[in-house]
């Protein structure tokens, strides 16, 4: 709630920075893609920004920007490194950076240390470090290390950062207690109604104009080629393995269907199942005396509830089940009785049982002849599996060998396929008909979640127990389709714009006609365009709090952003136009007769109090330290992580 007040009452927010707790870094870079750090070219030298007495160097910048692109690009895969830049991801990676190395810097003038025995405790930690034996492995730990391209000091170095972190802003994370003094004049906020007018001016009632001449195309194409650029797209190599490839081999013999019955000759023997109503006692004479009135006359059920028990019922069931429910005695007692006899007491697992039996069905012998089909299935599924799994086994054991897709094909006479580039979700951007296919699903989430150069990998397909070889084809980077392809949107995308322009210019005059003294009514009916007459525009601001905005009060935000008197503009969201909004009248809210409102206010405030706190916390250390930030080396960082350079 304190960052949505910031924003509705106009005050400047400071820099957020985000913490993550205890170890999630050094995991988090030992799951990310650092690779290519010293392997040639790129920015190595200088520093981005020094911190207290720390500098931080584009190596280590571009580092954490790598790693968290990586860990956005799980959940989006179609993200690539110019998008995560152009949408902050560069400028919000380096400032968190600096915010928790200000933290680190404060607290050493503090005189605080994390000492090595603790990063220690926290490395041999780490669950993916463990071995069989459910220790810490000092190997899985370097080949990981080596793997990523990490070394040990690097990861030292992150452990103690966050530990100093955790120990800094645990106690103001921590706070919940909000005075009601404090939490007063906001809850009147809450209560404060603003009413105006609200205009709107469509692109659509703009004039058309002259059509878009050749140099306008490309004027708008060039302007605007990742509107009309094609996503990244993958093409996936792939093959199939399903139970009908192992289903031949998987027909049992009837040598093994006849060693199947006979093993199992009690199964198909004669015999009988039981439907059994029971009670468990837990003392012996209180379940004498149950016995005793069920024998009298008295349904089980009843009496079992009547004495505060509960009666339960097993329908259908074997004599050898029904002895590992209960006990063998029970089994032999229940069995032994006649249909409409109460067993009991005998005791069972848990106490004393008392039993009616209810129903009994005698189950005839079944010979070889009658069972040979079920047989033959049962044993076919299982033979299937042990195939299926052997066939799994032994790919595995091939790929670990560095065996190549071709090879394992081959070598197992599976049948190559191949997708067409297709993006994340299943699609070729390309064809306005393509759809994606389900059964390529798990396919293009193994290829879109590997790198060049990857081994390939096993995916589950279906439901059956088949599975694919999968690796990755090849990666077709984001680029723009030529203009000779979308030339006919873009011509559609000028003129719309232009449009879009002129009602951008239209609102713009009646803002300034309203901000002059005029009426929205009188700028709207002076604009010369078939605009709509405005509209009224009323609510409180709490209906933003609980963003339950009625129908056409889209615009209700901004009144609360505004001077009274004041008109402002602002496009609409989907791009067909613009807004003109004038707050004509502020009704204040006294929350001092409302103790609810600000009971709700201080339950708000308890759940990000304590966020606020480090957040002053975080930026009285960037402060008291110092922090200088070099705007060339972080263009050129922009620049080499981009492609901007040629790297």
């Known amino acids: 709630m304190l960052g949505f007040f910031r924003r509705i009452i106009n005050s400047k927010a400071g820099i957020v920075v985000t913490f993550v707790v205890l170890g999630v870094i050094a995991i988090a870079f030992a799951a990310g893609d650092v690779t290519g750090l010293n392997s040639g070219g790129g920015i190595t030298g200088g520093s981005v920004a020094t911190v207290g007495d720390a500098t931080i160097t584009p190596a280590d910048l571009r580092q954490r920007v790598q790693g968290e692109y990586e860990g956005f690009r799980q959940q989006q895969p179609t993200l690539d490194m110019a998008g995560f830049v152009a949408n ?38 780490i669950p993916g470090l463990r071995g069989l034996d459910g220790k810490f492995d000092p190997n899985i730990y370097r080949q990981l290390l080596q793997q990523r391209k990490l070394t040990d000091a690097q990861v030292r170095t992150d452990i103690a950062r966050d530990t100093m972190l955790q120990q800094l802003l645990g ?11 404090l939490a007063l004049p906001y809850a009147s906020l809450l209560l404060e109604r ?22 306008d195309v490309r004027t708008f194409y060039g302007r605007n080629l990742r509107r009309y650029s094609v996503p990244e797209r993958r093409v996936a190599r792939y093959a199939l393995v399903s139970p009908e490839q192992v289903r031949a081999a998987s027909t049992p013999t009837e040598a093994e269907i006849a060693r199947a019955f006979g093993q199992n000759r009690a199964a198909y023997a004669a015999g009988e199942k039981r439907s059994v109503e029971q009670v468990v006692v837990l003392d012996q004479a209180g379940a004498a005396a149950l016995a005793a009135k069920v024998r009298g006359g008295t349904p089980l059920a009843a ?3 009547a004495a505060g028990l509960q009666p339960s019922t097993q329908s259908g069931v074997e004599r050898a089940a029904y002895a590992g429910l209960t006990s063998p005695a029970v089994a032999d007692a229940v069995f032994g009785a006649q249909r409409g006899a109460v067993v009991g007491p005998v005791r069972g697992q848990f106490g004393f049982v008392v039993a009616h039996v209810t129903h009994v069905t005698a189950v005839a012998a079944r010979s070889l002849d009658q069972v040979r089909g079920e047989i033959a299935a049962t044993l076919g599924k299982q033979k299937q599996a042990e195939a299926l799994s052997a066939l799994q086994d032994g790919i595995n054991d091939a790929l670990a060998e560095n065996a190549t897709f071709d090879e394992v094909a081959t070598d197992r006479k599976l049948t190559p396929r191949t997708t067409p580039a297709l993006v994340a979700a ?7 008909t393509s759809r994606p296919d389900p059964d390529l699903a798990p396919i ?18 279906g439901r059956d127990g088949g599975f ?15 203009l000779a392809d979308v030339r006919a949107q873009v011509v559609r995308d000028v003129a719309a714009d232009r449009a879009r322009q002129a ?24 604009s010369g365009a078939p605009l709509p007459a405005p509209r009224p525009l009323a609510g409180q601001r709490a209906e933003l709090v609980s963003q339950r905005a009625r129908p056409g009060q889209e615009a209700l935000p901004l009144l609360f952003g505004m001077k009274q008197g004041a008109a402002r503009l602002v496009p609409i969201p989907d791009g067909s136009g613009y807004v003109v909004v004038r707050l004509a009248r502020i009704d204040r809210g006294d929350a001092g007769r409302n103790p609810g409102v600000i009971r709700a206010a201080r339950n708000d405030f308890g759940r990000f109090v304590g966020r606020e706190y480090a957040e002053q916390f975080a930026r009285a250390a960037r402060d008291a330290v110092g922090v200088k930030i070099d705007a060339g080396a972080v263009a050129k960082v922009r620049a080499d992580l981009t492609g901007a350079n040629g790297n």
Do not use: C, H, W
């Open 88 to 125: 902050g991801g560069l400028d919000g990676t380096l400032q968190r950076y600096i915010g928790s190395v200000a933290i680190e810097e404060f607290g050493r003038e503090a005189g605080m240390v994390v000492s090595k025995r603790l990063v220690d405790g926290q490395i041999a930690g």
């Open 171 to 181: 106690p103001q994370q921590g706070a919940s207690q909000v005075p009601e003094q």
């Open 194 to 215: 603003r009413s105006g007018e609200v205009a709107q001016i469509p692109a659509a009632a703009m004039p058309a104009g002259a059509a878009p001449t050749d140099a």
């Open 303 to 305: 009496a079992a509830r």
């Open 426 to 432: 299943g699609v070729d951007p390309l064809n306005p």
């Open 444 to 461: 293009l989430q193994a290829a879109f979640a590997s790198n060049e150069g990857d081994a390939p990998q096993l995916v589950p397909v």
């Open 468 to 482: 694919a070889l999968v690796a990755l084809g090849r990666v077709l980077p984001a680029a723009p389709r030529p």
């Open 503 to 526: 009602a951008r210019r239209v609102a713009g005059q009646i803002v300034a006609k309203v901000n002059a003294g005029a009426s929205l009514s009188q700028a709207v009916s002076q």
